[in-house]
């Protein structure tokens, strides 16, 4: 029998909406990278037989042509569904103590929304019907 | 056309191995649950075409059964597959500032360890029926009881 090696497996799949709008920032070269927050939420039954929901909030990082397009299309309130990598970001606070957290770096972002079609809007630069990437 | 409502997705899947011992308590009902970290690796090619390895570390939390079931047959270094969803988490530092982070809520895990499986620590009765094996093979074990709707 072969010798089996343990699977780089992290994958994430969550559907929700922006808590806020989403911050588009630039690296110094020039590398386009998109943070926001999304609430998920999940319906369930409490003890009593109520539906209860409860929210989970999670940060999500974008980067390049996925960064701009969120950066420019979504806000808060828009649905997306998320797909992607845990990862830990680590960041000083203003008196230089160092913290830890997790977020989900995406890879691929839909946007559940119906766009209005207007010529109006200001549509997607490349020409796809709905701006997934 | 109907209007469509947004779909509950949470789910999360990854592999990795403990960091420690899992940590087992018992809520004041007497609810079971147990708290570990696992360690991820991903190899990737850096700008300079070398592989590197890079670790993320995420904490999981079982409850019930299988919180149990992870204190029995767990211990740091061991590999296991989980799945479950994303929770939040948030707790106050000594100093009383407040944090948060999000965790791992399991609703299955594997123990992906073929040998050495049961983690039977010293203070394990020996008169007890053998425990269940933990084979690759083997089922995972699962909880979904209060886990609706789905």
Known sequence: ?133 | MSELRLADLNRVFMVGRLTKDPELRQTTNGTSVANFTIALNRRYKSATGEWKDEATYVGVVAWQKLAELCKQYLAKGRAVLVEGKLQNRSWETEDGQKRSTIEIRADRIEFLDREGRPAIGAGTPGTESSPEPVHGEEPAFSKSDDDLPF
Do not use: Y
């Open chain 1, 1 to 133: 029998m072969t010798e089996l090696k343990i699977p780089n497996l992290n994958r994430v799949l969550l559907a929700g909406r922006l808590t806020r709008d989403p911050e588009l920032r630039f690296t110094p070269s020039g590398t386009a990278v998109c943070n926001f927050s999304m609430a998920l939420n999940r319906r369930f039954k409490d003890q009593a037989g109520n539906w209860q929901d409860e929210p989970t909030f999670v940060n999500v990082v974008a980067w390049q042509s996925a960064a701009e397009n969120i950066g420019k299309h979504l806000h808060k309130g828009s649905p997306v569904l998320v797909e992607g990598r845990l990862e830990s970001r680590s960041w000083e606070t203003e008196t230089g103590q160092k913290r830890n957290s997790l977020e989900v770096r995406a890879d691929n972002v839909r946007f559940l929304e119906r766009f209005e079609s207007t010529a109006a809007a200001p549509g997607p630069e490349e020409p796809s019907e709905s701006p997934d990437i």
